[in-house]
């Protein structure tokens, strides 16, 4: 099995803030992320699918193809947005490194597994970056 | 004369909007950057003194000293802050990479040329990368 | 004046060969670069523009219109190519870093001087990097 | 159990072809990389090993012997070569990323294991990058 | 489970050195390295926690806990030191990548695990750069 | 004409240290730099000679050339060496990014222009990254 990866970048605003909590205990525990004007980042997205190479092509999954889902279901949506304000899955969940990871994850896996040229392949992790200082991994519910 | 540069990095969030066109002219110019909800960056800065390396100390300034004019005059006021609506200089300025460069030079330059420690050196260059793909240069008015 | 500058990548093929030498000499000179069967780099090209920002844009020059020019004039003549034997400019001139700093800087200064939306903009500079430990820079015959 | 891991670098040309295929399906399949007079790439290549750090020496493997190794078993076959042409292993099968993680793993494997100084450490991940966007790992048939 | 990583750099100096040999010894086993006035690197050390995001803030572990918990326990201690000379734990163990990685994960285990933030996560994993071209990770006894 | 750049690294300890003063104003000055076990750092030189390049060869200089100059005059007398201890120029000169510039410099414009394959080329720059975060420039005495 060959873990084959392809990196993708977008840039994007966020906040974290819980509205159940007052500005005061926001501010505590998301200190300078607590900003409601936003900040934002260069996200750099890292796309691991794992598989056989196929005999005739060598490929594990043809990554024009692999480029276009991740355009399609993830840099479309995300992309120049605001991740709270404008991603569905942000309207209640706080857009962490962490929970960033899983959302694409749920997006990609969607959007990969119904690809005839997968073939046996199957998505394998996604790392996601906020800085190069920090970043995320994800590897799907059962791992 | 030795060039000495120290970088430092914000994450901050922006959109190009100009407030005279209407929106279809504003998307047509900008783009995807003229989503109103804002996107946003990690800027890297690299800020460039030139002088002579003091006799004593090999310092053309003090890289200490230029760190907290750094932090004091521009990362307080740009990082985790949406541009456009936090910052004076683009309240009515667009915050292009461009004009990023001339207003931290102008931030940089009145905050270090009152400092003793800055003896006979002098900024040089301001250096802004909005991605690692895109980034501009200013060295001052008479340059 | 600002200097803005734009990134962008391409793969391609080359040698080094003087056709005037006998294989022993290229070998001698040129060492492994004078593999016949050719050899490969990922370039990284940086592009820069200098001139004032517009005071409505912001922009030196519109990002997307340098974009497409580099595209159109660079890497759709360069990029998956063998330099050597499909580009012109190096059918008898050696693709060395220095050689192709200059070339592509003529190829863009042509393509950027007509373009309206450069208005007083010039092309001010070309580096080329041939591997992450060599690069190479232009900024026109009369620098 | 430490993973060790020492990066190494190569620029080689290759194509993707299909000999059983017609030129316009090894296009479609393979779009610009289908072009016989070849392109290239500045891969990079991660050699992880995982062992015990020696008692005496602190070694999972003395680095200087493993930088030979993958000198004399990788570099000195793939650097400025032509992988198609000059590169027995693919001869027949296409230098994907997929297929070249997999034959750096075998020419490693059989090189390590061999290695008085390999003690009770193994050849665990071979990674290698075709830019700084698209990488393959393979960590052996037993994976 | 998300991993979550955080990265740090810190400066330092060593050598390689073991007292039971001759002089001529160190050489041959450690070559340049066993220079006795030392020798130095900018270290990049990333520390990999894995747990549940918590359903209130997203968080892992919060990364300015990670963040004081890394500088307290290795930074204030490794950084503009001389390992072999300052640092307890390479009294007498040779400051390799190996070891490095393995003393870093004690001293952060230790600190990390009596975190009330932590909750449910653990440490999963360090990795050291000692250059760009080598890295050493470690994931535990039990792994 | 063509500036044409080599990199390269090296390793080295060093401290600032100003024998005239206390020990307190040592620390005053210079923080933790003045911790007199030394610390270091891994170091990335950018060497960049100016010329036109040669009508038969493409070079400005070869590449191999300055490799070996680069390696003879600075890598083999600063790698995996103590700067303030080892180099003679730093005996008395404090070894800040700045003097390693200017040192540096003088050792490669004295060996490269000896150089009978540097015709008409002259070395134009030297930059030295202490860091990636701090990084000194030097062009010579009468720049």
Request: hydrophobic residues 40%.
């Amino acid at each position: 099995m060959v873990l084959l990866t392809r990196r993708a970048t977008f840039s994007a605003s966020h906040y974290y803030w819980n509205e159940s909590w007052s500005a005061a205990e926001n501010e505590r525990i998301f200190g300078k992320c607590a900003n409601k004007y936003g900040h934002g980042h260069n996200y750099t997205l890292e796309v691991t699918v794992a598989g056989e190479p196929d005999a005739v092509t060598g490929f594990v999954v043809d990554l024009k193809t692999l480029k276009d889902v991740i355009e399609r279901d993830v840099l479309d949506v995300y992309d120049h947005r605001h991740l709270n304000l404008e991603v569905p899955e942000f309207a209640k969940t706080i857009p962490t490194t962490e929970n960033i990871a899983i959302a694409i994850w749920r997006r990609l896996n969607a959007g990969l597994n119904v690809l005839p040229s997968m073939r046996s392949a199957k998505l394998a992790r996604v790392r996601i970056y906020e800085t190069t200082e920090i970043f995320a991994e994800y590897r799907g519910e059962s791992a």
